[in-house]
């Protein structure tokens, strides 16, 4: 089974960008469509992006189109997400997750990281 590992959140002031990475390790992600979600305080875990094994597909939410990129390196084991012109609504702890195919709905992936979080200030 793979396990997953986020990093790169942090604090970021409105307008800038950032980048989270989640790494695999166990098996290759490869075989994986593989999907950023995120929970703010208080809220349910939403979708932002995903990105079919190949990485040729990708799905974006409406609030982040065109501000955030996602990526993959399979070589590396390794799935990013590139987030510019960031608002403070963006705050909320950032998950990967594993899955067998690229969906943009939660109950489709069955493995995640632990998080990473990403504080937005105005």
């Known amino acids: 089974q793979v396990q997953l590992v986020e990093s790169g959140g942090g604090l970021v002031q409105a307008g800038g960008s950032l980048s989270v990475s989640c790494a695999a390790s166990g098996r290759t992600l490869s075989s994986y469509a593989m999907a950023w979600f995120r929970q703010a305080p208080g809220k349910e875990r939403e979708s932002v992006a995903a990105?079919?094994?190949?990485?040729?597909?990708?799905l974006y939410a409406d609030s982040v189109k065109g501000r955030f990129t996602i990526s993959r390196d399979n070589a590396k084991n390794t799935v990013y997400l590139q987030m510019n012109n960031l608002k403070p609504e963006d705050t909320a702890v950032y998950y990967c997750?594993?899955?067998?195919?690229?969906?943009?709905?939660?109950?489709?992936?069955?493995?995640w990281g632990q998080g990473t979080q990403v504080t937005v200030s105005s």
């Open positions: 990105i079919s094994w190949s990485g040729s597909s990708t």
């Open positions: 997750a594993a899955g067998p195919r690229l969906s943009m709905v939660k109950r489709v992936y069955v493995t």
